[in-house]
């Protein structure tokens, strides 16, 4: 029987990077994004809006009776401190960062309880355990994401559903290369510059890939993983240990 998993904005980025590794793996892909991307099977959605994800949810259960994996990986960055956040910006970021996992999960819980059996995963950041700088509502919805992970975890473990997140630090992913051309469109330096300054702040010296957090997503969302549940996944070249 194949497996079949849904990611939520997989068209570029990490989710992306999820997709082509579950993809490799046999699963039947689902991929929940408002553009189209290059693999997995495309379905049209707006992460943020409750109707487009039940929409999308429900056309996938019933093509497929069952889904093993959902993957909650669709979000949006915003440098921003507390005083510099308009409640838009706040809502959309919200609406999109957890509202969209919380609509994702909601809706793939009857099925997986009905077959007491399944694994979520939530992208969520080493900044739902650190604080950075004029990161105020980002660093708020991905602390947001790791408590989903833990509660959902404790609900469900009765079901056999197991709940992690898996918390990545810096990434080079197009959402990296944009926060970074924002700040040099702001304060004029240089993009080369703030790469390697990111880069020497790892302990490890280099800047994360998006495959390597697709491996990680992978062992942790498999069977090989069947007793860790309620987890923080770091994966942030040692950053969040200093």
Do not use: W
């Not at 409640?87 to 959309?92: L, V």
């Not at 999109?96 to 994702?104: H, R, S």
């Not at 950041?125 to 975890?153: C, E, G, R």
Request: glycine letters at 8%.
């Amino acid at each position: 029987m194949k497996k079949v998993a849904i990611v939520t904005g997989g068209s570029k980025g990490i989710g992306l990077a999820i997709i082509k590794k579950f993809t490799e793996e046999s699963y039947h892909v689902y991929n929940l994004d408002i553009e189209a991307g290059s693999v997995g099977e495309f379905i049209a959605c707006d992460i943020s809006n409750s109707e487009h994800v039940n929409a999308a949810m429900s056309a996938i259960i019933k093509k497929e009776q069952y889904i093993d994996t959902l993957i909650c990986n669709a979000g949006i960055h915003l440098n921003s401190n507390i005083e510099n956040t308009s409640e838009q910006d706040f809502d959309r970021l919200f609406a999109i960062n957890v509202k969209g996992a919380y609509f994702a999960i909601q809706a793939v819980l009857p099925v997986m309880k009905s077959r007491k059996q399944g694994s979520i995963v939530l992208i969520a950041s080493d900044q739902s355990v650190v604080a950075h700088h004029n990161s105020f509502a980002y660093n708020l919805s991905k602390h947001a994401l790791a408590s989903i992970a833990k509660t959902t975890a404790l609900d469900y473990a009765g079901y056999n559903i197991r709940a992690n997140a898996v918390c990545p630090g810096t990434i080079e992913t197009p959402l990296y290369h944009t926060a970074i051309d924002n700040y040099c469109a702001r304060t004029g330096a240089n993009k080369d510059n703030i790469h390697k300054e990111e880069s020497a702040l790892q302990p490890l010296g280099r800047i994360g890939q998006p495959e390597e957090v697709a491996e990680l997503t992978y062992f942790i969302a498999s069977d090989k993983a069947s007793f860790i549940t309620g987890s923080l996944q770091m994966i942030d070249g040692g950053y969040t240990a200093k």
